[in-house]
């Protein structure tokens, strides 16, 4: 049997979400913990993991499947923080500067901005191109007559929010960083 | 739809690739003549961009209250009881 993250609906997305993290989340802790890791740092890789996942998962994996799935994508992760963290101490004892975090592309004060001043373009938005859910999915899910209908919706708030990002631009010079 | 839905849907799908070659470059030279296309295309890009970031942002905050809500809970206390005991919490 095979499911799509991405094509179901909102209420299977919470549950299947929750599953996993019931599943995946245990071992992934105790893994992290017996490399020296906290709780906290748990979180985070395994949150950057289930995204990876579903931004990943536009192909349909076997549910069995899932499971190990994730937990490959936040064990590579670790591994990859763990190396880092080790140069960087390498290089704290050579007192040379340590570039930054590497932060996310689109600047959070425009994503709020966003939020706040075109939410529900926003949200239909992200459902076509960060979901990738179809069409008819989408028309039922945001109420309206047709696939049609929706796709003029996505058009115009296409419209509607690459002018705001044009016009906004300049007060969010850093957005794109 | 009216025209200037069709020009965004147009540079849709010039930037995922689904202009077929003459179109593709038909619109390569308009973008040369035409600095308003071009423009309009960037910030297309960089709309999808955005849009895939806000999509990520609010998919963090679900995974948030996911995990919120497993460790707080009482009928998840076997799970926080678990996480807690790997760390020694």
Redesign the interface.
Known sequence: MTEQIASCALQDK?IL??RL??SV??PL??YI?KKGG??EEA?DIF?DA??IY??KNAMTIAIADQKAYVFGIAKHLWNKKLREKQRYTELDTLSVPVPAQRK???S?K??LF??QTGNKC??L??AF???NQNAEKIAERFGFSGVRSAT?QK??C??K??DL??SNAQQYED??E | MRTSLNNILETEQYLIGQLAPEDRLAYDARMIVDEDLKEQTRWQLQTYEVVRAYGRMQFRDQLDKIHDRLMAAPQHTVFRNKIRNIFNL
């Open positions: 919470e979400l929750t993290y019931q989340f245990p802790c105790k913990s906290s709780l979180k949150h289930l995204i579903y931004e996310d592309v689109v959070t425009l994503l966003l939020k926003m949200e938005l992200q191109y960060f979901e003029v058009f115009k296409l419209q929010v690459r990002v044009r957005f794109l």
